[in-house]
DNA sequence: TTGTAAGCGTTATCAG
DNA sequence: CTGATAACGCTTACAA
């Protein structure tokens, strides 16, 4: 069933259909009505490449994911629903890309092979060659998360940096002397991972405005390297009486971990920092914590990349979000020693 | 940048640019080679959307993952990464597709757009409207679980009922009396999802066959029920020594029922089920348990597609995956009354 | 071994 | 208000 078809049923030309289809021309409110009617009859859609090759655009926008090896953390797996939702509401569909090591191929098949308008590019890091591939590609892309020329490109981020000193201050007014910070793998760090880069740097920075003393860690994204991460920190620094944690997926572990160690929470020690909402309610007590505002994110994103093809010269957006502290019941004054 | 512009910068042909590429026709050496210079020099790739009119496919495949709403299980993140990572082996492009609920356009659009070559449904239920649309459109599926017409279409399954059976079985072994199944939510045995149903048949039957005594309760896809449907369970049943689950997204809340209740495991009360690896290995102390064997099942889905796509006519292919029960330590002979 | 030309199903331009 | 017709970029008979 194609256009052609439906031309000949209805007795018009090709072209009428595709007017009436897309309002672009006026067409006689009698010829589309019977149009419409032929086309609802035969379950006709516009073959979509055709389509595509005749508008030189594709109506799809690619999503490229960290690669999937490590365990994809629940946060990326909503960010994935919530981009998918959000395009559909542009009228949008999603390819998605792995990236990373073998999947090289595929993130270039689809920006060489023209195949979508534009790409969301997730857990971009400082330096990150497909941002450099896509800048020369003149494809349009929003990043998730800054890249080293901040300016240039769009983006859209969460304020780790204000974040994470935010929990700092918090536990500062309560009286906290000694904090430390849990933050994600030290190979992200490494790889100058914005999230892990800027949430110790806020978190240096805010430590030194109070007058604190800080013990800053990394940690697998894993609940059982939580439960030994926390078990080292308290064990060597016994001193310590909270922190401020970044890594959502270790949070079950530090919660054994503490439980073991026989640190009520927030009786004898107090935890806060910035993770998915799902995994603050999940704790014990409930976490005091900013909760990673996904969905915005993804509104956001999908929108300024909406804007970024419809306006491909249009100066660069950015969004940088930064969530309020929801206050639950995990942080409290330090115990008295 | 086109094939035209390629052919004239190589002076030949576009079909001798085309045939170059594609291996379909012989080319001599010397104009191979030229071709494939001026390619690689020019950063040349086929328009995909043309190429896809042209040759009648797309090279791209459909994944409709389940509604986002009640938050998508760690599972079904592995198996979308999974999914991707099997496509991109056969050069299989993956477009994402929400179902339910507001998404239903977005269904439309790829299906009757043409815009895969086959789709890949998730968490299909016994009568599922989107594999009947599907099966309407003629378009190649395979459905991960099985359908209400288990013979006519493509599908891979786990086999829920042997395997929970085989972990009754296996605690009527240890020399367990009564025993309890905890399985997914409520709603899902109401619509008819397969796993569900299966697992409590499954579990109903090797009961019966051991001569054991059970309970079967449902439990919502969270840690927080876990909890408190443990405590209910062993509250109202305190005879109860161990349990079967195929809910892994409530085994963290689960442990912390039972530890709460004084219940050490395997000790005090022994858990088993089928699971993610990554939820078994999670859990104090390990969970002997079947693993959900997450990339078999995407590798299988994907070749059987694309068998499907090549030769639309062969007959249906079908897959019931097994694994092994992983005897890891959360399982016991019960404890003496 | 290579070139020519006819599609593939739309959209968009140009006439009427 | 509507109909021809030329793109869009590629694949693939059909010729040479």
Redesign the interface.
């Known amino acids: 069933m194609n256009i052609g078809e439906i031309a000949s049923r209805a007795g018009v030309s090709r072209s009428t259909v595709s007017y009436a289809l897309s309002g672009k021309r006026a067409v006689s409110d009698a010829t589309r009505r019977r149009i419409l009617r032929v086309i609802a009859e035969a ?1 006709y ?9 005749a508008e030189g655009r ?1 109506r ?1 926008i690619a ?1 490229v ?1 960290p690669p ?1 090896g490590p ?2 953390t ?1 946060i ?3 960010f ?3 981009i ?2 959000a395009a ?1 509401r542009h ?1 949008l ?6 990236s990373g090591g ?2 090289d ?2 993130f ?3 920006v ?4 979508v308008d534009g790409v969301i590019l997730m857990e971009v890091r400082m330096r990150d060659p497909r941002a450099t591939r896509l800048r020369e590609s003149g494809l349009p892309f929003v990043a998730i998360g800054h890249t080293a020329d901040g300016g240039t490109g769009c983006w859209v981020d969460l304020d780790y940096e204000g974040l994470v000193a935010s929990c700092v201050h918090h536990l500062a007014d309560l009286g906290h002397q000694t904090i430390a910070l849990v933050n994600r793998p030290q190979e992200f760090l490494e790889l100058g991972y914005g999230p892990a880069r800027r949430a110790l740097d806020g978190f240096v920075a805010a430590v030194a405005a109070r007058g604190l003393t800080r013990i800053a860690v990394c940690c697998a994204d ?3 390297a939580g439960e030994t991460c926390v078990e080292d920190l308290l064990t060597t620094h016994p001193e310590v009486t909270g922190l401020v944690t970044v890594n959502e997926a270790a949070l ?1 572990g530090m919660e ?1 971990g503490l439980r073991r160690l026989g640190r009520a929470v927030p009786g004898g020690f107090s935890v806060t920092g910035v993770v998915g909402r ?1 995994w603050a ?2 704790f ?1 007590p409930p976490l005091t914590a900013a909760d990673v505002p996904i969905a915005a994110m993804a509104d956001r994103a999908v929108e300024l990349l909406a804007e970024r093809i419809s306006a491909p010269g249009a100066p660069a957006g950015h969004v940088l979000l930064s969530p309020p502290i929801s206050l639950r019941a995990s942080t409290a004054p330090p115990a008295r020693r």
């Open positions: 379950g859609r516009p073959n979509a490449s055709a389509r595509a090759l594709t799809t999503l994911i999937a365990r994809l629940t990326q797996l909503g994935v629903a919530s998918v939702a559909g009228e569909d999603v390819l998605l890309s792995p073998e999947h191929r595929s270039e098949r689809i060489a092979g023209r195949r894993e609940a059982m079950p054994r799902h309610e999940g014990h």
